[in-house]
C-alpha cells in the first residue's frame, strides 16, 4: 500500500503552503490528485516527486505559463516526450544565460571589495 499524505504533510514537507498547493490544482499543475470519501486530498510520492521538480522550475525562473505548459504536456503522455524536453532545454539555456550574468556581476563587487580593502590599508 503507498503512503498517503494530506495536503497539510504534504505542505510542511514541501515547504510550500496548502494554499498554494491548491492553487496549482485549481491551474491544472497538479492534476489527478486523489480524493477520499470526504473530498479530502490524498497525496502520494510521486506527487511530491513532481511538485519537487515544479519548485526546481519555479526557483530557477521558469514563467508560471511555461510550467503550465509543461504540465499539460506532461499529462498527455509519452507521445510528448520531444516537446517537453524542447521546453526544458529552453529553459536551461534561460538558466545559463542568468548564471552567466550573476557569474558577471560577482566578479564586478569581488573587484569593489578588493578596492575598498585597499582603501582600508594604513
Known sequence: ??????????????????HTLRYYEKIGLLSHIKRDENGY???????LSWIAFLLRLRKTGMPMIQMKQFSDLRSQGNSTASSRRKLLEEHYRNVQQEIKELEGNLQEIQK??????????P
Do not use: F, H, P, W
Open 1 to 18: 500500500m503507498e503512503n498517503v499524505l494530506t495536503i497539510k504533510e504534504v505542505a510542511n514537507i514541501t515547504g510550500v503552503s496548502v
Open 41 to 47: 486530498r490524498q497525496y502520494c510520492e510521486g506527487d
Open 112 to 121: 569593489k571589495i578588493a578596492y575598498y580593502k585597499e582603501l582600508e590599508k
